[in-house]
């Protein structure tokens, strides 16, 4: 089993990357923000499952074990296979999943393409109870201003960014801003698109 990946990057498309280890390539599939990240000739470590089939090896990569996981318990609920998986995790942070699910909420699910209403309901009530929302990040509680912080990531989703990727921006973006910038959506938010540049033809970026 190859459990994790440690090397350099040699090609990335929108949803898989190919490291170079010791000499041998592995392509390996990510999510959305893992490929939108990763830069060619920079190292990267991934944590990885193998998914084993008659005509395949496939190799499906995150950036955190929580992720992993959270990959490994989705391949448990049936109708959801690693593509369907992959892009639950590209489009939903691992804190947007567990919410979801002790909510009891199928809506954020059926909005990740392939996805369907039937398939977004068994995954709320098959994962419930084995997932749960960890702490708030640390820079998000810096911030002081966790609702101005999600106002920021909706007005982004707006625009055409993922869920994962608006929160993860508004968080990382709160982190650095001044207590004037993290005391207004629309400051916040101008400092955040700066970060992520204009999302492009208006379609999700991921």
Excluded at 14 to 41: E, K
Excluded at 88 to 94: A, G, I, P, Q, R
Excluded at 142 to 160: F, H, M, T
């Amino acid at each position: 089993m190859i459990s994790s990946l440690h090397g350099t990057v040699l090609h990335t498309t929108p949803d898989q990357v190919v490291i170079d280890v010791g000499g041998v390539g592995f392509a390996v599939a990510v999510p959305a923000d893992v490929a939108h990240t990763a830069t060619v000739g920079e190292k990267l470590r991934l944590h990885t499952s193998l998914i084993v089939r008659e005509d395949a090896l496939s190799l499906f990569g995150f950036a955190d074990r929580a992720e992993l996981e959270i990959f490994t318990l989705l391949l448990s609920v049936t109708g959801v296979g690693p593509k369907s998986a992959l892009g639950v995790l590209s489009h939903l942070t691992t804190d947007q999943i567990a919410e979801a699910v002790t909510a009891e909420d199928d809506a954020p699910f059926r909005r990740v393409s392939g996805i369907g209403p039937k398939t977004a309901k068994l995954i709320v009530v098959q994962l419930a109870g084995k997932v749960h929302a960890v702490a708030a990040p640390a820079a998000t509680q810096a911030s002081g201003g966790s609702d101005i912080v999600s106002q920021v990531a909706a007005a982004l989703v707006g625009l055409g960014w993922s869920e994962k990727v608006a929160a993860e921006a508004a968080t990382e973006t709160a982190a650095a801003a001044t207590e004037a910038e993290r005391a207004s959506v629309a400051s916040l938010l101008r400092r955040t698109l700066a970060l992520l540049g204009p999302a492009q033809g208006g379609s999700a970026r991921v």
